[in-house]
């Protein structure tokens, strides 16, 4: 899937959202029409004290996530014809830059975004521990 870049908007934590179009199209002049936004978050941007209760070290973030992580919202819609794929497109990323350009303006959620993928992460290395303990006991 190609995507196009539609707009970079700059936001007020330093951050930059990236809006895209995801469309692809299906038979019969018709379209599958998605919109993503996207935003790149260096890991070296986790504070800690924007966070309450119990957080990584900024050093333990970047050992299991690396250099950046990415947040990523995909909106779809399916079937839309090619006369009005433009519009619903636009109408779909204005509708969503609405709801969604005050909380990836905050600044606390770069380190908000940055912990979800931390606790991501580790909860899946945990659970692959424990599914690897479970297979070794097995004979």
Not at 46 to 52: A, C, L, N, Q, V
Not at 89 to 110: A, H, K, R, W
Request: hydrophobic fraction near 35%; include cysteine; aromatic fraction near 6%.
């Amino acid at each position: 899937m190609e995507e196009k870049l539609i707009r970079s908007i700059p936001l007020t934590n330093g951050l930059e959202l990236h809006l895209l179009d995801g469309s692809k199209p299906l038979p019969g002049k018709r379209w599958l029409t998605r919109c993503i936004i996207r935003i790149d978050i260096p890991t070296d941007r986790f504070d800690p004290g924007m966070i309450s209760g119990p957080t990584p070290t900024p050093e333990e973030v970047q050992a299991v996530l690396g250099d950046h992580v990415e947040f990523e919202v995909k909106r779809e819609r399916n079937f839309i014809s090619d006369s009005d794929k433009p519009s619903v497109l636009t109408g779909m990323c204005d509708m969503f830059l609405e709801i969604t350009l005050g909380y990836v303006s905050l600044p606390n959620f770069p380190a908000k975004c940055i912990l979800g993928k931390y606790r991501q992460v580790s909860a899946a290395r945990d659970m692959q521990g424990r599914m690897g303990n479970m297979s070794s006991r097995q004979v």
